[in-house]
């Protein structure tokens, strides 16, 4: 099982940047597609960005293309999102997550997501 701890976050003016991290505090990523969604009060959670396991391809929501890159540190065992040229729309609580499954990462299906970051709040100014 892996646990995920998402420290970062903050609040950044429009046009800014800010790098979130998740860390695995416990288990390791190797076993997992691992991806990004965010939420705000009253939406469901949204996917933002993912990491497929086997291929490492890479897929953005159309809301991110161009503006957010994910990445990860094998050494580190961490999972970042980059996000340049914010938005106020941008606005949410962002959470990392984990499952074994691709299909899971989407906004359709994150609630079959099985590992969660407790998220963190990203605030965009105007």
């Not at 106020?88 to 609580?93: G, K, W």
Request: charged share 15%; proline share 2%; glycine share 10%.
């Amino acid at each position: 099982q892996v646990q995920l701890a998402e420290p970062g976050g903050g609040l950044v003016q429009t046009g800014g940047s800010l790098r979130l991290s998740c860390v695995a505090s416990t288990g390791t990523f190797n076993y997992y597609h691992l991806g990004w969604f965010r939420q705000t009060p009253g939406k469901e959670r949204e996917f933002v960005a993912g990491w497929h396991l086997g291929t490492s391809t890479i897929v953005y929501a159309d809301s991110a293309k161009g503006r957010f890159t994910i990445s990860r540190d094998y050494d580190k065992n961490t999972l970042y999102l980059q996000m340049n040229q914010l938005k106020p729309e941008d606005t949410a609580v962002y959470y990392c997550a984990a499952d074994r499954k691709w299909a899971s990462m989407s906004t359709e299906t994150a609630s079959a997501v099985n590992h969660w970051g407790q998220g963190t709040q990203v605030t965009v100014s105007s």
